[in-house]
């Protein structure tokens, strides 16, 4: 099975400032999906941003956008101008495009970003 | 319009009983699952339902059982309630024509065993 690593369990951010949260991952197969989620305090898991393994180009969407190295299996999130609405729980998740897997997602552990004002 | 819900938010219950948690989704999507989010937020997968079959079926106590009486809806009924059975349980859905590749949550149910 894939494995998806976070290995910063907590993060902080001055307002207005820029974080990147890392992200690894562990596959052997060469066309698959990757995600950022982000849960706030609320608990609803969000989408933050989403990059398909076969595009060169990183995905941005407004403030967030990726650094996606595949030969690194490296998949980090960049947040510019950090705001007091990004404190949350970010997961970091794995799909594969294979049809015998059932469509399955692996989600990293998890980081906790602060935005300090 | 809701694209995930799932009733009821809150749930708070007896050791031993059994209640369940419904999941419903009006985005077209043809694979439904059921996650378990324990108090450390880790997110851990139980069970996967493409058109109303399993396929996913992780190492969970066979008091857990899911039900897709259609590919809108996947239910978890949970027997003989235990103390480790607290958590938050997501359901989610992708898949199918409609939904392509991304994975959208419901709002979680918040089990509380005492």
């Known amino acids: 099975a894939q494995t998806v690593t976070q290995s910063q369990p907590e993060m902080s951010v001055q307002e207005a400032e820029t974080v990147t949260l890392s992200c690894t991952y562990d596959?052997?197969?060469?066309?698959?999906?990757l995600f950022w989620y982000k849960q706030p305090p609320s608990r609803q898991m969000i989408l933050v941003i989403r990059?398909?393994?076969?595009?060169?180009q990183n995905a941005t969407e407004n403030r967030f956008s990726v650094n996606f190295q595949k030969a690194a299996k490296s998949f980090s999130l960049k947040i510019s101008d950090s705001q007091l609405g990004d404190a949350a729980m970010y997961f970091c998740?794995?799909?594969?495009?294979?049809?015998?897997?059932?469509?399955?997602?692996?989600f990293g552990t998890g980081t906790s970003l602060t935005v300090i004002p | 319009d809701t694209a995930v819900s799932q009733t009821p938010k809150y749930l708070v219950t007896q050791m031993g009983n059994d209640k369940s948690i419904k999941c419903e989704q009006n985005?077209?999507?043809?694979?439904m699952y059921w996650y378990k989010q324990d108090s450390k937020k880790f997110l851990k997968i139980m069970f996967s339902y493409n058109n109303k079959e399993l396929i996913i079926n992780e190492t969970v106590p066979n008091r857990f059982s899911p039900k897709s009486p259609d590919k809108a809806h996947l239910n978890l009924h949970i027997n003989s309630l235990e103390l480790g059975d607290s958590a938050v349980y997501f359901c989610?859905?992708?898949?199918?024509?409609?939904?392509?590749?991304?994975?959208?949550f419901g709002p979680g149910t918040r089990l509380t065993v005492l």
């Open positions: 596959t052997s197969e060469s066309d698959y999906y």
């Open positions: 990059q398909e393994a076969y595009k060169q």
């Open positions: 989610a859905s992708s898949g199918g024509l409609a939904g392509g590749v991304t994975q959208y």
């Open positions: 985005l077209g999507h043809d694979t």
């Open positions: 998740a794995y799909r594969s495009v294979l049809l015998n897997t059932g469509n399955q997602f692996y």
